[in-house]
């Protein structure tokens, strides 16, 4: 650890420092404007409107450099490895600070160019890295040489504010990362593509393969509900004991609300030992719960069901992210900036998330830095869970394509993301788990042999279609097919792997809650355990089912990792045996 920095983290700059800084800004000489970060052309997806009133508002954000963004990826995998002589040491927020700190010349130099243009910023993040500034258009494109004009995406109507190109004074490049929102062209987040069936039990669900071999468990003859994966992956029934401190975190998004009267018939219907169990609401970026039954979300009910139905007896908190994030990307910085502001007791030990991008709709800055964001809820014993999407080799939803599109943050080597599958074994995958390779993160040391042994299967096939050398995902996979849900007062089925992350998050809550029960630190991020010799034996290999997309049939499940399912379905004393329980 190298930091030097001698400021105390506070989630405001002294103002002492900022007026110290102002003063002495007239004389510098901050060299010729270099562009920053720019894009060659308007993505499709978006149509140029018009010039922006010059006196319009606008906020921008101001990534600053870090500390020792590689130092804390090298704490961060240190303290997930179980071969590591530092397992299970998660920093405090404070270790995370003197990593993520901004160097004091950054900072300063930082302030010294702000001041120069009468801005005072503000800090956005727990660790002073992301300043934000509130100023008129026309002083946006004086500072950044930026021509900030109005765009709509054209499918949703969304209108936004952006630059194809923006620059900073040669003095700043080292320091600053990068500003946004400027040209980053993100499509807002969609309820992921779950499909929606009336729920008809007079029937036997399609979706259950047989074979003769195999027995169904009872509980799964219709469809999948809690009672059902309780027999498939081992989870049991048994009410989690140590929970105060160990919190299942929910992401909801886009206000989709999560329904109080709709769980309470799930459980009468599907867990009625916990009835009564509920969820508690945080809410940020002007986000909400309403109880009002037609807003009730699929989604939220979905996540919600599938958490507080399975997780039995942990205490699990929807936190609703409202419209008004200021981090471009929807609140996927915003809520890891809030969890690491919430005290390390309250906050969650496992956050599942069921929505995502393509990550070729973000740039690069902004994919490596939602990326770093969630490393930090790793780096502090948080294990970060997304689904890995639905379109297939084709992104988060079915598009049209040529080149395979992976999902984000799928391809974040920090979190751990979830495919699917069909729920009674033999385990076949659905025909919608996404799953490839990044084209923005290298293959990480803990799935490098397992890549190498998948793309050595498959020789060249689809090559060009997919980055070799990228992160492969997902990286493990759960039931995503014919699960039973209550949504505005109905039952009914859904698909998508959108059901497989908070499954799996629910099982390794309940791991969670053994390993406090038995003095032991939670899991926090999961991969290298996960790969590990030990960890892998915990996962039923899934070996057949594809994922197509772009006009492919996609890539296939088979023996070992794939990028289908990953390592396989959980088995639940399987993980229990293999963290030491
Ligand atoms: C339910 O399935 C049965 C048997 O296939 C069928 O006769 C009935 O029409 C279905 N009901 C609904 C509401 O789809
Ligand atoms: C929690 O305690 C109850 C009562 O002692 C027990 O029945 C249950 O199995 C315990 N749960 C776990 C997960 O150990
Ligand atoms: C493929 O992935 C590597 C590693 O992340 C990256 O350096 C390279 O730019 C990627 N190639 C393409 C064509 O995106």
Not at 218 to 233: I, W
Not at 350 to 379: H, I
Not at 461 to 479: I, T
Not at 517 to 523: N, S, T
């Amino acid at each position: 650890m190298t930091s030097t920095l001698a400021m105390r983290p506070a989630f405001l700059l002294p103002l002492a420092a900022i007026s110290k800084i102002g003063s002495a800004s007239s004389t510098v000489d901050l060299g010729p404007m270099i562009v920053h970060e720019s894009v060659a052309a308007l993505p499709t997806a978006f149509a140029h409107v018009s010039a922006v009133s010059p006196d319009e508002e606008i906020t921008l954000r101001i990534a600053l450099a870090q500390s020792d963004i590689v130092g804390l990826q090298d704490r961060t995998y240190a303290v997930s490895d179980p071969a590591n002589a530092l397992y299970g040491q998660h920093l405090t927020t404070e270790g995370v600070a003197e990593f993520v700190r901004p160097p004091p010349a950054a900072s300063s130099a930082v302030f010294t160019w702000l001041a120069a243009h009468g801005l005072t910023p503000t800090s956005v993040s727990p660790f002073n890295d992301i300043l934000q500034v509130t100023l008129p258009v026309r002083e946006a494109n004086a500072l950044l040489a930026a021509d900030f004009r109005t765009f709509t995406h054209v499918a949703s109507g969304t209108r936004s504010v952006r630059t194809l190109s923006y620059a900073v004074p040669a003095a700043m490049q080292a320091h600053i990362r990068f500003v946004h929102p400027t040209v980053a062209f993100v499509p807002p987040l969609r309820v992921p593509g779950v499909a929606v069936v009336k729920a008809n039990h007079t029937r036997r669900s399609e979706g259950v393969e047989r074979r003769a071999s195999v027995a169904i468990p009872a509980s799964c003859a219709f469809d999948t509900n809690p009672s059902c994966l309780q027999a498939v992956f081992g989870i049991p029934s048994a009410k989690a004991n140590h929970s105060a401190s160990n919190v299942l975190g929910v992401a909801g998004y886009i206000d989709q609300f999560a329904n109080i009267a709709d769980l309470t018939r799930f459980l009468a219907n599907t867990r009625p030992d916990l009835a009564g169990s509920t969820f508690s609401v945080q809410t940020m970026d002007g986000g909400a719960n309403d109880q009002d039954v037609f807003n009730a979300g699929i989604e939220a009910d979905l996540d919600i069901q599938y958490t507080v139905g399975v997780a039995s007896g942990v205490p699990v908190s929807f936190i609703s992210v409202g419209d008004d994030s200021q981090d471009g990307i929807s609140g996927f910085i915003d809520i890891v900036n809030s969890i690491l502001k919430t005290p390390a007791a309250q906050r969650p030990t496992v956050l599942t998330t069921s929505y995502g991008f393509n990550e070729q709709d973000l740039p690069e800055s902004l994919a490596v830095a939602v990326c770093n964001a969630y490393m930090q809820l790793g780096a502090v014993g948080i294990s970060a869970i997304f689904a890995s999407g639905d379109g297939g080799v084709g992104g988060v939803q079915p598009t049209t394509c040529t080149n395979f599109v992976p999902s984000a943050p799928g391809g974040c080597p920090f979190i751990t993301s979830v495919g699917g599958t069909t729920n009674v074994p033999p385990h076949a995958a659905s025909l919608f788990s996404s799953g490839g390779f990044s084209n923005y993160f290298p293959t990480p040391n803990y799935q490098a042999a397992d890549v190498a042994a998948y793309l050595g299967s498959i020789g060249t096939l689809y090559e060009g279609l997919y980055n070799k050398s990228g992160r492969g995902f997902p990286d493990v996979s759960a039931a995503s097919h014919n699960i039973e849900i209550v949504w505005q007062g109905s039952v009914n089925l859904v698909d998508g792997t959108s059901c497989a992350s908070p499954i799996f998050a629910s099982m390794i809550a309940l791991v969670n809650d053994r390993l406090l029960a038995a003095g032991k630190p939670v899991l926090g991020f999961l991969n290298p355990f996960l790969y590990s010799t030990t960890g892998r034996t915990s996962f039923t290999d899934v070996t057949s089912g594809h994922n197509p997309g772009c006009n492919t049939d996609g890539f296939s499940a088979t023996t070992g990792w794939d990028p289908v399912t990953g390592l396989g379905t959980p088995n639940f004393d399987g993980l229990l045996k293999a963290v030491g329980l």
